[in-house]
């Protein structure tokens, strides 16, 4: 990349695709393609095989009971939208919504949406310096009131891991569902929806290494049940008549017209794919890269890593005094160290911490030792241009 050996350090924005992705995507479309459902012909058979094998993938990766607690969505973002709505349509005025300071605008807008919609009120999780969640805080604003919970499994800019299975305790005890978007933590931690307990999760295909415009969304029967649909179209319906209409039980209740099938088979095969690595040891090694990062970096007086929360996730955000984070990450990228800079889709986040930018290194099992040490050295001959 301009001349250097690439480091892509932007994973957390979208992951790189392995060979198994690729061949899957590649087989599906020239072995065996037709739309799915609706066909009898060996085609469509074919195709709808593979579409529901793919949608088991998710249900084992997730450690589902069933695959009809899968539904397949756009993206993560189309997710949390599906909730979001069916939620608002049985809310009264007042009613609250708790989300944490460090969402992504994806678990963010949503509900402010049913702020503006029905009357909502959002209450706000604070995050403590280091980056993790003020749980005091978190208890005090549950109440009886309280509806959804909606928080991040890993936050996207301070790689804190947050207690989900504890915030679920407690949201449960308060008769409130909980929402976890595991946009991230699907990718790096252990989603394990069972033993998190959650209402809801959701995850998105291109951080897991498979296609962008395809994500899933986990519900237990019960929240799943709770939804209205969301689209009408082909495929979510039992009946339709002229003055009537009837609609299938989840998840087909909410996948309206033609599904990513394509998508669905290609994150499929990322699943598989990524399956073949022992979780700890992915963990280990990412663990293992931010502390050479740190190593690398410490006592850099002109450096903040904004985010360090204890076993955090392989993202180092920071900030170099004097420069901004977008020509950080521009004179990195001549280096051939591609970074993020900004507010990345967590504009709260950066209030709280007083930011306007800031730029993101994010790791994933792909990267190495030497990309670590390649972050660090490029980021030291960056910040010589603002001396
Ligand atoms: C990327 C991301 C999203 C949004 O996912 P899309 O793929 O853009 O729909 C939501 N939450 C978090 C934490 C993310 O990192």
């Not at 793919?54 to 589902?64: C, I, Q």
């Amino acid at each position: 990349m301009n001349g250097k050996p690439l480091v892509y350090l932007d994973s957390a924005a979208s992951a790189q695709k392995p060979r198994a992705v690729i061949d899957a995507l590649t087989a599906a479309m020239e072995g065996s393609y037709a739309n799915v459902h609706r066909g009898l012909h060996t085609l469509a058979n074919e195709t709808t095989e593979a579409f529901e094998a793919a949608r088991e993938t998710v249900a084992r990766y997730l450690n589902a009971t069933s695959a009809d607690q899968i539904v397949w969505t756009r993206g993560g973002t189309e997710a949390i939208n599906l909730v979001a709505a069916g939620v608002g349509q049985s809310l009264q005025p007042g009613d609250e919504i708790l989300v944490s300071q460090m969402e992504h605008h994806s678990n963010i807008v949503p509900w402010h949406m049913l702020r503006e919609r029905h009357g909502a009120v959002l209450k706000w999780i604070p995050v403590k310096d280091d980056g993790t969640l003020d749980m005091e805080a978190y208890a005090e604003l549950l109440g009886p009131k309280t509806r959804v919970v909606a928080v991040t499994h890993m936050s996207n800019v301070l790689g804190t891991l947050n207690p989900v299975a504890d915030i679920v305790r407690l949201a449960h005890a308060a008769g409130a569902r909980v929402l976890v978007d595991g946009c991230q933590g699907a990718v790096h931690a252990d989603p394990d929806v069972q033993a998190m307990g959650c209402d809801w999760y959701v995850l998105t295909g291109h951080k897991l290494f498979g296609p962008t415009a395809i994500g899933a969304l986990y519900g237990t029967a019960e929240a799943l049940e709770s939804l209205p649909p969301y689209q009408g179209g082909g495929e979510m319906i039992q009946s339709v008549s002229e003055d009537r209409v009837t609609y299938a039980k989840p998840p087909q209740r909410f996948e309206a017209g033609t599904p990513p099938i394509l998508e669905a088979i290609g994150l499929g095969a990322a699943l598989t794919w990524y399956s073949t690595y022992d979780r700890a040891a992915v963990q280990a090694h990412e663990a293992a890269l931010l502390e050479r990062v740190r190593e690398r970096l410490s006592g850099l007086n002109w450096l903040t890593e904004i985010g360090t929360a204890p076993g955090k996730g392989a993202i180092f955000t920071f900030t170099v005094d004097g420069a901004h984070a977008h020509d950080i990450a521009q004179i990195m990228d001549r280096y051939g160290v591609a970074v993020r800079a900004g507010l990345h889709c967590a504009e709260p986040l950066a209030t709280r911490f007083g930011l306007t930018s800031s730029t993101r290194a994010s790791f994933a099992l792909y990267n190495t030792v030497e990309d670590a040490d390649a972050f660090a050295a490029a980021l030291i001959k960056a910040r010589e241009f603002f001396v």
